[in-house]
Each structure stands twice: as structure tokens, then as C-alpha cells.
């Protein structure tokens, strides 16, 4: 059950060597890292999106797992794919799956169903692997994206994720972090996208799943991770966590791209 690579060459370099030296430029070895409950990082191309995802993970002290939660873009698979064993092979070597949190995961987690079709061709997740390869080589995953967005089913996963990470208090290698992954508003002028975005940071500064929610709708901000980032904010204050710090935003027009079509890049560690 080894899934291979879906954007390789794409989104990241497809030789390891290479690869590793894209992401040393983008992380951000500034701050000490420090443990987190929780953090939400972007999942465009490195060339865009890198420098905000490295300072998310250059601030973060890695534990043995990250339990990942993305959007479903392609729509295939259950409303809750949980990819469940084996590993995922990347250009610096494969990252393995931490089956038996795992395990607990479908055991807990509402809808929560072991898929691995909504995976194959899904980037949101394989992005952030490079990052955490290079701060934690040895680091296991649980990968999970979901299909659509519904506030009963986001408050639902993310309280079953809340008790689960809850329940390895005291195990060795410390609790698994829990990762968001979105982009902000597509496609619109670099001032109209940093307005509306500006809502969506504001309630995710908050750890206000309902203020995001409401931003989102009111302002019509096309951030294609909501659902992802509504679990893990329910999660993180259940976990005890009382806000988020906002590490960096970007658009793609800070990389070169037309400022009249971008996307917005939010990085927080919580």
C-alpha cells in the first residue's frame, strides 16, 4: 500500500536533492520552534505557496505524528477519507502511515470511512510532507481530507479528534499535531482577495469556527479548505488552545503571479 507521488514535478521538485533545497529557502528557522496543538498551512506550489507553509513549520517542534486534514478537490471517495495503512512515497523516501491512530480515528470519528481513491490524486496533504520530512525525517501521518462542508459533520470530526489526541497524553513521542490545510481566496485581484481574507484571519485568529463560517458566507471567500480548517479549530479548543497566531500571508502575486488573478496563503500555529 504504497501511494505514489500525484504532483511531483508539479507542485515540488521531483528529485529528492533538489526538493530538499527548495524547502531550506522556504523554512523559517528564525523563531525556535515550539510545540502547537494545531496548525493551518497552505498547499498551493512551492514556488507560491512555500514560504508561508515554511513559516509554519520552521516555528512548530514536531511530534512522532501529524494527523492531516484537507480538502477533498477532486470529489471522489466518502465524505471522510481516512487513508488508512501503509505509506506514501516521496522524492526523499516514503513517510508511513500511523495505522493504529488510524484505527482509532474510524473507530471515533463520525462518517469517517478507510478510502485511499480520495487520496491518489488529491495535493492538499502531499505538500506539506516535504516540510515535515525535513524537520522530522522520521515523522508518521494520518491523512485525511474531507468531501464537503457541513457544520454538524466538522464540529463532529473535530471533537472526535480532540478526544483521540486527548486520550495519548503521556505516550512517548507526545500528542499528534493537528494540521489544517488551505488556501485563501481564488482568484480575484490581490486587493479584493487581501479584504475578504482579512475576515477569514481574523475568526481563525479567534478560534471562532462559527465566525469563520460566517465570514466565508458573508464575503464570499472561496477558501477551499473551510471544512478542514472548522474541524481543527473545534479540535484545538477542545484541546485547550485559546487563540492562533498568524505567521505569515502571502499571495500568489508576491511570487511573480498576475495581481489582477491571485490566490491567498494563511500560515498559524495555535
Not at 486534514?69 to 465524505?79: E, L, M, R, S, Y
Not at 482509532?104 to 520530512?133: G, K, N
Not at 459533520?153 to 497524553?169: F, K, N, Q
Request: charged share 15%; glycine share 8%; aromatic share 4%.
Amino acid at each position: 500500500m504504497l501511494r505514489q507521488p500525484a504532483v511531483a514535478g508539479l507542485f515540488y521538485s521531483s528529485s529528492a536533492e533538489a526538493l530538499e533545497d527548495e524547502v531550506a529557502r522556504c523554512l523559517d528557522h528564525s523563531v525556535p520552534p515550539r510545540p502547537a496543538i494545531a496548525a493551518v498551512s497552505p498547499h498551493a506550489g512551492l514556488m507560491y505557496s512555500g514560504p508561508v507553509a515554511g513559516s509554519v513549520y520552521g516555528r512548530i517542534a514536531l511530534p512522532e505524528t501529524v494527523i492531516l486534514v484537507g480538502p477533498n478537490h477532486t470529489g471522489i471517495g466518502p465524505a471522510v477519507s481516512v487513508y488508512s495503512e501503509g505509506a506514501w512515497q516521496m522524492p526523499g523516501g516514503a513517510v508511513s502511515i500511523d495505522r493504529e491512530l488510524a484505527q482509532q480515528i474510524l473507530a471515533r470519528c463520525p462518517h469517517a470511512v478507510a478510502d485511499m481513491s480520495a487520496h491518489q490524486q488529491e495535493h492538499c496533504l502531499e505538500v506539506q510532507l516535504p516540510f515535515l520530512q525535513a524537520v522530522n525525517p522520521h515523522i508518521r501521518i494520518v491523512p485525511i481530507v474531507l468531501g464537503f462542508r457541513d457544520r454538524a459533520m466538522c464540529h463532529a470530526v473535530g471533537e472526535s479528534l480532540a478526544a483521540i489526541v486527548s486520550a495519548t497524553d503521556g505516550a512517548v513521542g507526545g500528542r499528534p499535531l493537528l494540521i489544517a490545510s488551505t488556501d485563501m481566496n481564488h482568484y480575484e485581484s490581490d486587493a479584493v482577495t487581501r479584504e475578504k481574507d482579512r475576515h477569514a484571519i481574523t475568526a481563525i485568529a479567534r478560534l471562532d469556527p462559527e465566525g469563520l463560517e460566517a465570514a466565508v458566507t458573508d464575503h464570499q471567500i472561496s477558501m477551499c479548505g473551510i471544512a478542514p480548517t472548522l474541524a481543527v479549530l473545534h479540535a484545538a479548543r477542545r484541546l485547550g488552545a485559546t487563540g492562533a497566531t498568524l505567521v505569515s500571508y502571502a499571495t500568489s502575486a508576491d511570487r511573480g503571479g498576475d495581481r489582477a488573478r491571485v490566490v491567498g496563503y494563511a500560515g498559524f500555529t495555535i
